[in-house]
């Protein structure tokens, strides 16, 4: 039971003797006036998560808070989302535990330089939001307007790393004008026919600023 922890929590003391309260046992202090909603009483310790400084602490009480431990992780991670915040990318994959939300807002706010790379992290790290996970991450590549090496690199992959790639590359070459779909590869392939599907007006250009999927 987490309320367990609130006992083992030692008080700090002070120079003069005086004691005071960790921050931990503070947040059971503060939410006692819940612990007669299961609910609201987890909800106010999980969502105190995000005060305490350093992974290790974070881990060791959001463990002691038992069937919130995931939400209490992914509380503190998203305090610590942004780049330049002191904590890297893997270490906060770690804190996410098996928690595929947190997981998945790392990733989606910490995007790799790399399509391939960004794609890779989707499918070690993510499995419920997979699909999402590796469809924000072409669509913000899509953004940036590829060079035609770049293309030419996504048409030489011997498999296809995300069912959303091979549109987009025809996206690049139909409306962008850039290079074309030759090539022997399956994604090649699959690019080409999505570029007749283009041409045909079958599948219609998107907006770069509108970051949502082309309309069919």
């Not at 091979?166 to 074309?180: A, E, H, M, R, T």
Request: hydrophobic fraction near 30%; aromatic fraction near 10%.
């Amino acid at each position: 039971m987490y309320y367990l922890l609130g006992f083992l929590l030692a008080c700090v003391q002070s120079n003069d003797g005086a004691e005071f309260e960790t921050l931990e046992e503070s947040f059971y202090s503060k939410c006692r006036g819940h612990a007669d909603n299961p609910a609201e009483h987890g909800y106010c310790l999980y969502s105190k998560s995000a005060r305490l400084p350093t992974i290790e602490r974070a881990s060791d009480y959001c463990e002691g808070l038992g069937e919130w431990n995931a939400e209490c992780r992914y509380n503190w991670v998203s305090s610590r989302i942004k780049p330049g915040t002191g904590f890297d990318t893997v270490q906060l994959l770690e804190m996410c535990g098996s928690h595929d939300d947190c997981k998945f807002k790392v990733i989606d706010a910490r995007p790799d330089e790399d399509l391939l790379v960004q794609l890779s992290l989707c499918v070690k790290h993510v499995s419920r939001y997979r699909y999402d996970c590796e469809m924000h991450a072409v669509q913000r590549w899509w953004k940036q307007e590829p060079s035609e090496s770049e293309l030419n690199r996504m048409l030489a992959l011997r498999r296809v790393p995300s069912a959303d790639l091979p549109k987009y590359l025809s996206f690049i070459v139909q409306c962008d004008g850039v290079g074309n779909c030759d090539g022997n590869s399956k994604i090649a392939k699959e690019c080409r026919r999505n570029l007749s599907l283009l041409k045909t007006s079958k599948l219609k250009c998107p907006i770069r600023n509108q970051f949502r999927h082309p309309q069919k």
